[in-house]
């Protein structure tokens, strides 16, 4: 039976206005079902040379590091955190691909007359949350090749601005020859010998913009700063304000840059579906005396296998997801933030592929019971192993290192000596500082992390090795 025209009429009218109210409400539920099941943003922000003890919840004194100090009481404060190397392009390359630098054989810092960067074979953590639809930029110190081939953009970086190495790698250096040195927006270089007092703020901004604009997708925002890596420079607005000198005021601006990060995912309504991660390539470069960093009680500093020089701060953040306030003292690396971040995004390991890095999950989240996903953690230098972590021992290997004789002044670098070390062990618990050497005392421990050391030798090789090559496995 059909209805009388005047009363379909009205009822056609009445489903028009349902659907249209029906629409905007199911179309918020859509949103907030997304907003609910989509993978965490992820950002990792990573200081150049800063030591152990340079941010406020590590010790430092001399300036104030309030944003990074709320970070590590609103999340998760590492105590032993690690980089494999202690030198730029490998310690970057070991954090973007989860493994060893000797498995993808970058090692040392790469330079303006490198001919090699990161293999077109390797997947960078970029590439692997591809599969999860994220967004991903970089804004900072590249350093793992200049050429194209090696640039961001050709590593699943959509975006990418800032230098291709090392702020010092220019002709102002004290003791090399350097060409211009390039400031480069995606793969076009758009300046040469930029001003370094406005790079960290040029990073900061676009790091900002990217965060607002990305807001409804997920993304990977890795903000590598050229700074507190010699040259210092400071933007005009933080010069002179702290007790330290220059030095201070650069971690003050690199502390007001994380500040304006957590600002904007605040303001965009994405603080709790975010990841942040504040570390450092390597301990610091004690050279320069004034101008440098310090580990504070751990001995050496970077280009050495010693504590001052592998042993970074590491602050983690995610609020409701990171419990606040606590302090981490399991062994982790920079090689276990890839496999993590698959965890959290479900991105898949594209196989076959070795990844040396474990999911710290159960740690950042302070699982109950949860404990290091590391038998050993290895340090190289170069191509030889120089030392080796169990637990709460470490065993440095027979080796040369620099040591710091006289430091230099006004930016200008010192005087190193040449020391020899090993067979030595040490007991990391009651002794960080690596002072008194246990190996006589403990033979066991010496001859068990001697049998991981062959391990490491076998898979990753040891050149360094008097009598023994084993093959080198890198991939560039």
């Known amino acids: 039976m059909s209805l ?126 591809k599969q999860k639809s994220y967004a991903s930029a970089v804004y900072g110190k590249w350093h793992l090749g200049h050429l194209p081939a090696f640039l961001p953009t050709r590593h699943g970086f959509d975006e990418y601005f800032g230098l291709p190495y090392s702020n010092d790698m220019w002709p102002k250096h004290p003791t090399a020859r350097f060409p211009d040195l390039p400031l480069m927006e995606r793969e076009t270089t758009v300046g040469l010998n930029p001003d370094q007092t406005r790079l960290t703020s040029w990073y900061t901004e676009r790091a900002v913009k990217f965060i607002e604009t990305k807001r409804w997708d997920p993304f990977f925002l890795y903000v590598p700063h050229s700074m507190p890596h010699v040259p210092l420079h400071v933007a005009p607005r933080f010069e002179g304000k702290t007790a330290r000198g220059t030095f201070g005021d650069v971690i003050e601006e690199i502390d007001s840059s994380v500040g304006e990060i957590l600002d904007a995912l605040k303001r965009t309504g994405q603080d709790d579906r975010t990841l942040v991660i504040f570390t450092s390539d390597n301990g610091p470069w004690l050279s320069y005396g004034d101008h440098a960093g310090s580990a504070g009680r751990l001995r050496e500093g970077k280009g050495t296998s010693f504590e001052g020089g592998v042993r970074v701060p590491f ?84 080796h040369d290192y620099r040591s710091l004789e006289k430091p230099g002044a006004g930016g200008q670098p010192g005087q190193y000596v040449v020391k020899r070390i090993g067979p030595a062990l040490f007991d990391l618990e009651t002794d960080p500082g690596e002072t008194r050497d246990l190996a006589a005392q403990h033979p066991d421990v010496v001859g068990r992390l001697n049998e991981l050391a062959e391990k490491a030798r076998e898979d990753l090789g040891d050149t360094g090795r008097k009598g023994k090559n084993v093959r080198p496995a890198g991939r560039t």
């Open 315 to 398: 602050i983690a953040r995610w609020p409701g997801k990171i419990p606040a306030g606590r302090v981490c003292k399991e062994p982790a690396m920079t090689i276990d933030l890839l496999p993590t971040f698959l965890g959290l995004s479900g991105a898949a390991v594209l196989s076959p592929r070795i990844i040396d890095g474990r999911d710290i999950w159960p740690l950042l989240s302070s699982k109950p019971g949860a404990r290091s996903p590391h038998e050993v953690l290895y340090f190289y230098w170069g191509e030889h192993l120089e030392a080796v972590r169990s637990g709460k021992w470490k065993l440095h290997l027979p």
């Open 4 to 129: 009388p025209p005047k009363i379909s009429t009205a009822c056609g009218r009445l489903a028009a206005l349902f659907v249209l109210a029906v629409l905007p409400a199911a179309a918020t539920l859509a949103q907030q079902s997304a907003k609910t099941e989509r993978p965490p943003n992820i950002v990792v922000i990573l200081a150049d040379d800063l030591g152990y003890a340079d941010l406020g919840c590590y010790g430092a004194n001399g300036y104030e590091t309030p944003h990074l100090d709320r970070m590590a009481r609103e999340g998760v404060r590492f105590a032993d955190f690690y980089v494999p190397q202690a030198v730029c392009s490998a310690s970057r390359a070991a954090l973007l691909t989860g493994c060893y630098p000797n498995r993808i054989g970058i090692l040392g810092a790469l330079g303006p007359s490198a001919r090699t960067g990161i293999n077109a074979a390797e997947v960078l953590i970029p590439m692997y949350l």
